[in-house]
C-alpha cells in the first residue's frame, strides 16, 4: 500500500472527522463556493458537499494525492487541480468564500507561508474566511490514550507522533497571529480535540 492510500485510509477513522469537525463547524450550509489548499486525499471537502452542500475545490501539490482523492469524489462535481508550491494559484481575484487549509502550514517554511497567505487573502471574496487547522503535539500520550483509544483509532497514534516536532513548533511561534496582527486582519483562534488541534480563523 502506498502512503496516499494508507493516509486516505487513515482519514477515515474516528479521530480524524473529529479533528476536522472544527472546520466542518465554521462553514454555512448551501452558501457559496469553497477551496481547500493541501486537499490530500479529499476527506474534508467530501464531507463538505455532502453535509454543507457547498460549492468545493481542493488544490495539491502530490499527484499521487489527488488521484486518491479523484477516486474518493468521483460521483461529485468537485473539481481537483494539481499545483506547484509557490506559484499564483489558478484562481481569480475574489473568487472564494471559504479558504481551508489543514495540515499544511506547519510543514512550510516562512516564504511558503507567508506566499501562501498572501494568495488566499487574493483569491478570498468580500467578508470571506481562512480556516486553517493544524495539530498541536500538546497534551502528551496519556491523555491521547485516554481520550482516543480504540482499535478504529490507532492511527492517531501515527499522526501525533509524526506531526508532534513541528506543530508544537508552529503553534509556539504563533506565526498566523503575529501575521495578522502586521496586517490588520481579524485574528481568532482556539484548540479543540481536547486541545490536539489548533484552529485558526482570519477574516480579511
Not at 31 to 48: A, E, F, H, P, Y
Not at 116 to 127: G, N, W
Request: aromatic residues 12%; proline residues 3%; hydrophobic residues 35%.
Amino acid at each position: 500500500m502506498n502512503f496516499s492510500k494508507f493516509f486516505s485510509n487513515l482519514q477515515e477513522s474516528p479521530w480524524y472527522r473529529e479533528f476536522l469537525n472544527p472546520v466542518i463547524d465554521e462553514i454555512e450550509e448551501n452558501n457559496g463556493s469553497l477551496l481547500d489548499i493541501g486537499t490530500g486525499s479529499g476527506k474534508l471537502i467530501q464531507i463538505l458537499y455532502e453535509e454543507k452542500n457547498i460549492e468545493c475545490t481542493g488544490v495539491d501539490t502530490n499527484s499521487e494525492m489527488l488521484k486518491e482523492a479523484k477516486n474518493k469524489l468521483k460521483n461529485t462535481t468537485i473539481t481537483l487541480l494539481k499545483i506547484e508550491a509557490n506559484k499564483k494559484l489558478p484562481f481569480k481575484n475574489n473568487s472564494f468564500n471559504y479558504i481551508t487549509i489543514c495540515n499544511v502550514l506547519f510543514h512550510l517554511d516562512k516564504e511558503g507561508i507567508d506566499f501562501l497567505m498572501k494568495e488566499s487573502q487574493r483569491i478570498l471574496k468580500d467578508k470571506g474566511k481562512i480556516i486553517v487547522l493544524t495539530p498541536t503535539g500538546s497534551s502528551g500520550i496519556l491523555k491521547l490514550t485516554q481520550k482516543y483509544f480504540s482499535f478504529k483509532n490507532l492511527g492517531i497514534y501515527i499522526w501525533y507522533f509524526a506531526t508532534k516536532k513541528r506543530s508544537k513548533t508552529w503553534k509556539n511561534n504563533h506565526y498566523l497571529k503575529q501575521y495578522t496582527a502586521q496586517n490588520i486582519i481579524t485574528y481568532q483562534t482556539q484548540t479543540p480535540m481536547n486541545g490536539f488541534a489548533q484552529l485558526e480563523l482570519l477574516n480579511p
